[in-house]
């Protein structure tokens, strides 16, 4: 009896399984197994070029030491064996054709005197004429294929835009030799298969589909390895793959007829982008539903830190790098910037000789990003301070660390507008979908609404302006990809957005800086707290592609210190200024106050000129010394106590911001003279000499011992810049009462900047306070009830 009824019984359990089983695939019942959300689009179907039958056939390749997938050295195949273009009457318009027939939308650039390195084997064509509009370079006007004269110095490059020709299909000419040839499709994609990865941001595991002739197809997994995996990984922010539950797929697969690709894939593990690995084997299928037994190529990428969802917190609120011996600075967004590597305790840069694709990738996934979508050079992402502390540097790809890369020790002579910059693929984490700028004149500016849920719908409403200011503007920009803040607006009525979005709906938003989008800031919660209200108050902000970095040079202030003892009666401008201590007023004309002196050297290593906030009408003249200030506070001077307590200070109105000096080649642009324009110029510096009023802390009321002095540039964030973390410099400092000495002065982050330590102390100080107020508020409620 027991047996009878167990069999039902299981047969039964069997059945719910299965149920659970089809739901789980339940939104993959849509013709070809898409999902919604992933319309087929409607494209114009791309078709070979109808050539004439005595038309070479040729395939093109970029190759060489790129900076980027979409450009290098053109090669060409024919006959069995990959040639060259030579520059010689090569131009733009030959660059289309190139770009055209490798299925990019346009070319943007061309390179001539082997820019990309010197290639190898025939120069193909030379003295190539196209008026861009042919199928193929084959049909342009040149001497005939394999006619040359030229010399592998001559070999000529392009650089292709991003963008892929819409519905471009690749045409094998080349059946017997199509492993030599580099893999040419419209577009790549994860598509996540299994409900528990389809609401995950960033998508991480699923289908690899590639978009040829504007279909979405999968790939065989006959020939797949994980060098495939960590390359398709690395193009979608990913620094390394992991393995998966096969068998999941195997069942998805046998239930839903895949659409498979013609070839299989062949990368090495270190390429930047699957557009430089090679095609593998063509595909024997039948009806185009089977691959020798296979099923659909599946990947599972691990995201770095930064992306990776905890269960208590969700995504980090900030982007905090483990401890490495490599950073990114400069950069308006996570995932970009100037290279800089920590060797002997001081950080320094990476010289761009050699600097390729494969180095930056191993750059890229060691601070847990993809691979490097771009190498830069020249200093493109402003210039670093301190020594270069690599050069030539060859990587094979599959490093660790930037480190462990081969470098030339010995060689020398690289200045700073020669530093290395990268740009890494992150994962697509969708902030820009609920953030907008509203109102604004152009895309750049305007009023910041933020998407949030309200009553179980989204809804679009403002940013409560209190406290808003230039580092929460930089959040903005950077979320939506906009560069940098160049100003942050209290009042936003000169930029009248939707009615609809008036309401705020985000209050009491405090940023360290370092968040990817403004929800990671600090913010009340649904108690918004806001007096102004939205609307004309509303939180503003307006963005630029570029920004100023001020650097203090140390080395300066080091060499140049020393004390003097100065009479009261010398210091009456300085007092009525407020640059001597408190005590000073009880300190009768005759005596005299002890000044620590310096000078200053403070250099723009940015990419756009440093201006004062405050337009030049509303400069403040000063009587005393005849002068105007354009920042009321400009620096911060500090002695701390060992333990960092401020035990003296002084600090610096910009009565003068100008350029004093510049770099070779560079034109000073600002002059204080004669109501002159107050800036400084990218590549110039300002100095405030020792013997001016202000330049000093007034130390007469210290003791002898050991201190730490600082000095802290544009404390209060008024101007935008790319980099806040070199604002600051210290030194330690040795006072006798008769001698001082100051030695081991440094920028950037050995020691903990205090304006921002002030600055989230505030933060955390207003979100008790308002935590205080929503629990009082509560316990009212519920006594009155």
């Given at each position: 009896m027991l047996a009878a009824w167990s069999l039902p019984c299981c047969f039964t359990i069997l059945l719910g399984l299965l149920e659970l089983c089809r739901a789980q695939y339940e939104?993959?019942?849509?013709?070809?197994?898409?999902?919604?959300?992933?319309?087929?689009?409607?494209?114009?179907?791309?078709?070979?070029?109808?050539?004439?039958?005595?038309?070479?056939?040729?395939?093109l390749r970029l190759a060489g030491d790129k900076r980027k997938h979409n450009e290098g050295r053109v090669e060409v195949f024919y006959d069995g064996e990959w040639g060259t273009v030579c520059d010689d009457d090569f131009s733009i318009h030959s660059?289309?054709?190139?770009?055209?027939?490798?299925?990019?939308?346009?070319?943007v650039s061309w390179f001539p005197s082997s820019k990309y390195g010197k290639g190898e084997g025939r120069i193909w064509f030379d003295n190539v004429q196209c008026t861009g509009k042919e199928k193929t370079l084959a049909l342009c006007t040149s001497n005939g294929i394999g006619v040359s004269d030229c010399k592998h110095t001559e070999d000529v490059g392009v650089v292709c835009s991003d963008k892929r020709i819409p519905g471009f299909k690749f045409i094998n000419t080349m059946a017997n030799n199509v492993q030599s040839l580099n893999i040419q499709v419209e577009d790549v994609r994860i598509r996540a298969i299994l409900s528990s990865y389809r609401k995950r941001i960033p998508v991480t595991e699923g289908y690899v589909e590639v978009k040829d002739g504007g279909k979405w197809k999968q790939i065989c997994d006959v020939e797949w390895t994980k060098h495939n995996s960590r390359v398709i990984c690395g193009m979608f922010g990913f620094p390394?793959?992991?393995?998966?539950?096969?068998?999941?797929?195997?069942?998805?697969?046998?239930?839903?007829?895949?659409?498979?690709?013609?070839?299989?894939?062949?990368?090495?593990?270190?390429?930047?982008?699957?557009?430089?690995?090679?095609?593998?084997?063509?595909?024997?299928a039948k009806a185009n539903t089977t691959c020798g037994g296979g099923t659909p190529v599946v990947v599972s990428c691990v995201p770095g830190r930064a992306f990776s969802p905890?269960?208590?917190?969700?995504?980090?609120?900030?982007?905090?790098?483990?401890?490495?011996l490599v950073r990114l600075r400069g950069g308006a967004i996570v995932g970009e910037g100037r290279v800089e590597v920590l060797k002997n305790g001081e950080w320094g840069t990476i010289c761009d000789d050699n600097w390729s694709l494969l180095s930056a990738t191993v750059v890229c996934r060691e601070l847990g990003f993809g691979s490097a979508k771009e190498a830069l050079s020249g200093g493109r992402l402003g210039q670093g301070m301190g020594p270069v502390h690599m050069n030539e540097i060859e990587c094979s790809g599959f490093e660790k660390s930037i480190t462990e890369c081969f470098f030339n020790k010995e060689s020398l002579g690289c200045s700073h507008e020669e530093d290395a910059a990268v740009r890494c693929n992150v994962p697509a984490m969708g902030f820009q979908e609920r953030l907008r700028l509203s109102g604004g004149r152009n895309p750049n500016e305007g009023r910041v609404e933020v998407l949030v849920e309200r009553n179980g719908s989204q809804a679009w409403g403002t940013v409560?302006?209190?406290?808003?200011?230039?580092?929460?503007?930089?959040?903005?920009?950077?979320?939506l990809d906009l560069g940098f803040a160049s100003?942050?607006?209290q009042e936003t009525w000169y930029w009248p957005g939707e009615v609809s979005a008036d309401p705020v709906v985000m209050s009491g938003v405090r940023c360290s800086g370092t968040e990817m989008s403004l929800s990671q800031c600090l913010h009340h919660g649904p108690h918004l707290t806001c007096p102004k209200g939205g609307g004309r108050n509303a939180a503003g902000v307006s963005c630029s592609e570029t920004a100023p970095d001020l650097v203090l040079n140390p080395q300066i202030v080091e060499q140049t210190t020393y004390m003097e003892d100065r009479p009261m009666f010398m210091l009456q401008c300085a007092y009525?200024?407020?640059?001597?201590?408190?005590?000073?007023s009880e300190t009768p004309a005759s005596s005299h106050r002890r000044l620590l002196r310096f000078s200053s050297q403070i250099h723009n290593n940015g990419q756009s000129d440093f201006r004062p906030k405050a337009e030049r009408h509303s400069w403040v003249w000063h009587d005393c010394?005849?002068?105007?200030?354009?920042?009321?506070?400009?620096?911060?001077?500090?002695?701390?106590?060992?333990?960092?307590?401020?035990?003296?200070?002084?600090?610096?109105?910009?009565?003068?911001?100008?350029?004093?000096?510049?770099?070779?080649?560079?034109?000073?642009r600002y002059e204080c003279a004669n109501f002159g324009e107050q800036g400084i110029t990218v590549g110039c510096w300002d100095t405030y000499r020792h013997d001016i009023d202000c330049q000093w802390i007034d130390i007469t009321d210290i003791k002898p011992g050991d201190y730490i002095f600082q000095v802290v540039i544009n404390p209060n964030y008024e101007v935008p810049e790319s980099d806040y973390s070199n604002n600051f410099m210290k030194c330690r400092c040795r006072y006798d009462g008769h001698r001082i000495w100051m030695y081991s002065c440094h920028n950037g982050e050995a020691m903990v900047h205090q304006a921002l330590v002030e600055r989230l102390f505030y933060i955390r100080h207003s979100v008790l306070l308002h935590c205080s107020t929503t629990l009082l508020e509560l316990k009212d409620h519920f006594t009155h009830k």
């Open positions: 939104h993959l019942g849509y013709p070809h197994g898409y999902p919604q959300g992933y319309p087929e689009p409607e494209q114009e179907q791309y078709s070979a070029p109808e050539l004439p039958p005595d038309t070479p056939r040729i395939q660059a289309q054709v190139v770009c055209r027939e490798l299925g990019y939308l346009e070319a390394t793959e992991r393995k998966y539950n096969a068998r999941v797929y195997k069942m998805f697969a046998r239930r839903r007829k895949p659409s498979y690709w013609d070839y299989s894939v062949n990368c090495t593990g270190n390429e930047a982008h699957v557009s430089s690995c090679k095609l593998g084997h063509a595909v024997a905890t269960p208590m917190t969700g995504f980090r609120k900030a982007f905090r790098q483990e401890q490495t409560c302006s209190d406290g808003w200011g230039t580092i929460e503007a930089m959040v903005v920009c950077r979320q100003n942050a607006f009525e200024e407020n640059c001597l201590s408190t005590t000073s010394h005849s002068h105007y200030h354009s920042m009321e506070v400009f620096t911060h001077y500090d002695l701390l106590s060992l333990n960092g307590t401020k035990v003296a200070e002084g600090h610096k109105a910009s009565f003068c911001l100008e350029d004093t000096e510049c770099e070779e080649g560079i034109e000073k």
